[in-house]
Nanobody
């Protein structure tokens, strides 16, 4: 079973930046490339939503609300995926989760990390 450990997050003022990291363990490095990965978030009282995705084929996609502000990237050698968040606004406040999906459809989730955007 793949384990995902998240880091980053915290409290930031509007207009600020944060970088989230998600590192995979119990995974052979060569298989990392075959995973689709994504970042989701869940605000209080709302459903979990996809923020950014990165496919094994190299394409990326973003929620309209974060386009131009957030960027997803992956480092195969470190078996990690990142979410760079710039120009943060209060509406970005949520618990953020990383997600890996294997080529066979097995899904793994990180433990979640709180991002709070407030002055």
């Amino acid at each position: 079973q793949v384990q995902l450990v998240q880091s980053g997050g915290g409290l930031v003022r509007p207009g600020g930046s944060l970088r989230l990291s998600c590192a995979a363990s119990r995974m052979i490095t060569s298989t990392f490339r075959t995973y689709d990965m994504g970042w989701y978030r869940q605000a209080p009282g709302k459903q979990r939503e996809l923020v950014a995705g990165s496919t094994s084929g190299g394409s990326t996609n973003y929620a309209d609300s974060v386009k131009g502000r957030f960027s997803i990237s992956r480092d195969n050698s470190k078996k990690s995926v990142y979410l760079q968040m710039n120009s943060l606004i209060p509406e970005d406040t949520a618990v953020y989760y990383c997600n890996f999906v294997s080529s066979s459809g097995v899904t793994s989730w990180g433990q979640g990390t709180q991002v709070t955007v407030s002055s």
